[in-house]
């Protein structure tokens, strides 16, 4: 476990709160944000959290402190080492995690959680968020489905939930609303982190004839670009380290949603509501990114095309929870 705090260590977080119940609310001098992480903080998902509080520690609104790599058996143990060390906002990820998380939070209803989750808020003080990149999903469907010359595309996710599942459902219907005929092979590796895995079996695809990968985790770009094809980035910008490999990415852009809540509970307005909604692509939260060069023109206008009707609101990317199959 590792603690890394800019301006004070974790022993020096004593401090006086000022109570300012509105709801599930509260108001301290400096804020103390706690972050746990099951992943490491440069995983995707996480890391685009992270780089948003870092970002409000460093414009001096926030102290923050984080533990990452931490295992669902510990994480229950290191939620409430912080709960104990005087902190106002809990932020993580409990998808793994439920009870435990929601155990923690109702034990100290002085503090707000913020934490990633499938399931409802609860009252009054554990607020749930997850990332709706649906949008830019589809649009990277569509460039993927006009730029693929096999019809034949390989996904592969890390679990088989509904942050994960409504990605790569919004995929493959920007997918086939441009080119029907593609099939797609889908496939789980059950972890967030492993490369390795998520590796072999995109090159398990690519023997089978895909020539554009779906890459929801790491790992999937290194085999499209050790194959010589095209991969579909998700949540952060890869391309930088994947020239001529990333065709598009649906990116996740954290700090909306960190910044607003942070702006809650200084302002003693924070609620258990749903965060999610900041990952919307009108309120700056998801967008897409395309390399021109690979996709070509006619792509390119296709997404924008579609991309200015989602923001206007008279295209809606249809959210679907259920796990996705091969086809």
């Known amino acids: 476990m590792g603690h890394i705090n800019r301006r004070t260590v974790l022993a020096a977080l004593g401090f006086t709160t000022a109570l300012s119940l509105s709801g599930a609310a509260w108001a301290q001098d400096l804020l103390k944000v706690a972050a746990v992480w099951t992943v490491p903080v440069e995983q995707q998902w996480a890391s685009r959290l992270h780089n948003a509080l870092v970002a409000a520690d460093e414009r001096g609104e926030i102290d923050y402190v984080y533990s990452e790599n931490i295992s669902n058996t510990d994480y229950e143990r290191v939620m409430r080492e912080y709960a104990e060390q005087g902190i106002g906002l809990l932020v993580g990820e409990a998808f793994g995690v439920e009870q435990p998380a929601r155990a923690v ?17 609860v009252e009054p003080n554990f607020a749930t968020f997850d990332n709706f990149i649906h949008e830019p999903s589809y649009l990277t469907g569509i460039i993927a489905g ?13 679990y088989a939930i509904p942050e994960v599942n409504r990605l790569m459902h919004a995929f493959m219907a920007g997918v086939l609303s441009v080119n029907p005929e ?78 607003q809540a942070i702006k809650d509970v200084q302002a003693g307005s924070f609620t258990a509501s749903d965060y999610g909604i900041y990952a919307f692509m009108k309120y700056g939260g998801g967008s897409l990114v395309v390399d021109e060069t690979l996709a070509g023109p006619d792509a390119v206008a296709a997404a924008k095309d579609v991309e200015a009707k989602i923001l206007d609101g008279s295209f809606v990317v249809e959210i679907d929870d259920t796990e996705p199959k091969s086809n």
Request: overall charge negative; aromatic content about 10%; cysteine-free.
């Open 146 to 158: 006009m730029k693929t010359e096999t019809n034949k595309i390989g996904m592969v996710g890390g």
């Open 105 to 121: 939070a109702a034990d100290y209803p002085e503090i707000a959680f913020l934490m990633g989750s499938s399931l409802a808020p």
């Open 182 to 259: 593609v099939k797609f092979s889908v496939s789980f590796i059950n972890s967030w982190y492993d490369p390795p895995k998520a590796k072999e079996t995109a090159f398990a695809m690519v023997d089978a004839g895909a020539d554009i990968l779906y890459a929801e985790r790491f790992g999937v770009s290194d085999a499209a670009k050790e194959r010589g094809i095209l991969a579909i980035g998700n949540v952060i910008d890869t391309s930088a380290d994947y020239p001529g490999t990333i065709l598009a990415s649906a990116l996740w852009n954290g700090a909306p949603m960190i910044d």
